[in-house]
């Protein structure tokens, strides 16, 4: 890693040359010429007057949210010598295993187009092009049968990967504290204990007011909910990125939630062309910082023939079985189909790609089932062992909520204020931590079951669960 000031500078050279590729950086320079028209700007003040300008018409807040997003997206920098391998990823038996799992999905997906006799990639004639073109505003209304296509993988799959992902540093040393996991994951990779979640967590503590907690001590529900309310509308009126993600920690009102999240993602209210996610290549871009790599196809005919090479899907992402699941709740929240789209590929960018990507990053699905398993052996370890014996690993039941950041599994206002944490903290972790708080809180009838079935008929029905108790009871009101 490079040094403090090092790694600021080529920190800040990141940015400026991706903001200068942005559609943000014309805006500026445009806004910058029409000030010159303005009377109050002098030629001998010339530099200070276009700021004060940006400043005064809101540009300058505009910049500081696209800095602050790319903070938020793009990982720390590595020493301009390090191969570009490792930004994507920097343990090396990771990268193996994730290429290993993109060639057997990328083979099951051309068994079945095998099958069907559907080439993945191919050329339309001009006369399907022009159909297209005449019912561009009706796609979606008239899709082709479906039911002969079945999902390329589903999360146990996924899971049967990660159980067996091995660092051969480690596979003969005698690493005790390691080698005391007892887990389906068996990787040593660093994860927060309760103590480190504490603080992480901070604002979710039991002395801090949260959204949907009828039983706080100090101020009564609605008067906090009036109160926050009017800063969320001050945050608002802001434009302040930075201030809606720390606001959105204890919670969004539903009247505000669609607003401050695209605030929170820097999405723009400006129209944008409605495309179909499989086929929208800026989706591409994200994985510079992911460490899979999208999968290629050629043109029938031309097979190993570079030139005819085209990313398949044109995003370069392979979904699986529940995918759409990432979508659903936005339904929501946007009436307007463009806005519930970008802000459901600048969700899915900069958080759900990495639940089924294999990683180190702490927010990935490998770090996150750790935790997990982690958080149960060390502070539930009866239930740990019970479950471990019986056949009924933990993670075997929840870890298909994670993948799915719990869309699905919760009622949906529970799953948006779930989601309103995910936003707030820049992070994932949290989806571990609640999945442990679940077991924690059916823990007594968990430790009566004698099977793996028995163990998920205690847990097949998550709806009427509270989120934010349940999180703050395991953090906050458990010993450590």
């Known amino acids: 890693m490079l040094g403090q000031d090092g790694g600021l500078s080529l920190t800040i050279a990141q940015i400026v040359k991706r903001l200068k590729s942005s559609g943000l950086h014309s805006q500026l320079e445009r806004q910058a010429r029409l000030c010159l028209h303005n009377p109050e700007v002098k030629l001998e003040s010339l530099k200070e007057d276009i700021k004060e300008f940006l400043k005064t018409s809101g540009w300058e807040k505009k910049l500081q949210n696209a800095v602050y997003s790319e903070l938020n997206v793009f990982p720390l920098p590595y020493h301009p010598s390090a191969p570009p391998e490792h930004m994507k990823e920097s343990l090396a038996y990771m990268r193996k295993a994730q ?42 209304t008239d899709e082709p049968d479906l039911s002969l296509f079945r999902p ?14 091995r660092n051969p540093n480690y596979e003969n040393s005698e690493q005790l504290s390691f080698r005391n996991h007892m887990g389906l994951i068996q990787v040593p990779l660093k994860v927060k204990d309760i103590p480190e979640l504490k603080e992480y967590f901070s604002e979710l503590d039991l002395n801090t007011g949260q959204l949907d907690i009828d039983d706080s001590a100090h101020v009564p529900p609605e008067l906090f909910e009036n109160e ?7 945050v608002l009126m802001e434009q302040d990125s930075a201030a809606a993600q720390q606001y ?14 695209a605030l929170i993602l820097n999405v723009s209210s400006q129209p944008e062309v409605l495309l179909c996610f499989s086929r929208d290549t800026s989706v591409l871009q994200h994985f510079s910082y992911n460490s899979a790599t999208p999968p290629k196809s050629y043109i029938r005919g031309k097979l190993g023939m570079e030139e005819y090479a085209v990313f398949y899907p044109p995003n370069g992402v392979i979904p699986f079985h529940g995918f759409s699941m990432y979508v659903a709740p936005l339904c929501f929240l946007y009436n307007e189909p463009s806005k519930l789209y970008q802000i459901f ?57 994670m993948v799915r950041a719990f869309s699905g599994y919760l009622a ?69």
């Open 99 to 140: 290429g290993n799992w993109e060639k057997r999905i990328l083979k099951s997906l051309n068994s079945m187009c095998t099958e069907l006799g559907i080439p993945l990639a191919q050329k339309r004639p001009m006369s399907e092009q022009k159909e297209l073109l005449n019912k561009w505003n009706e796609m979606g």
């Open 152 to 165: 390329v993988y589903a999360p146990k799959d996924f899971l049967e990967v990660l159980m067996n992902l």
């Open 228 to 234: 926050h309310v009017r800063i969320g509308q001050k």
């Open 248 to 261: 959105v920690r204890q919670g969004c009102p539903n009247s505000l939630r669609a607003e401050l999240w």
């Open 345 to 401: 590929r600048e969700i899915y960018v900069r958080y759900f790609f990495r639940l089924h990507s294999i990683s180190s990053h702490p927010s990935g699905i490998v770090s996150l089932c750790l935790l997990f398993e982690s958080l149960l052996q060390t502070h539930l370890p009866q239930l740990f062992y019970h479950l471990r014996e019986i056949g009924a690993q933990p993670l075997r039941i929840s870890f298909k909520w």
């Open 412 to 480: 949906t206002d529970q799953l948006l204020l779930l989601w309103d944490r995910i936003l707030g903290y820049n992070s994932l972790e949290i989806l571990a931590v609640l999945a442990a708080a679940v077991f924690a809180f059916r823990a007594v009838n968990l430790m009566e079951v004698t099977s793996l079935a028995a163990a998920e008929a205690v847990l097949a029905d998550l709806s009427t669960l509270k989120v934010i108790p349940l999180l703050q009871i395991f953090l906050f009101a458990t010993g450590t």
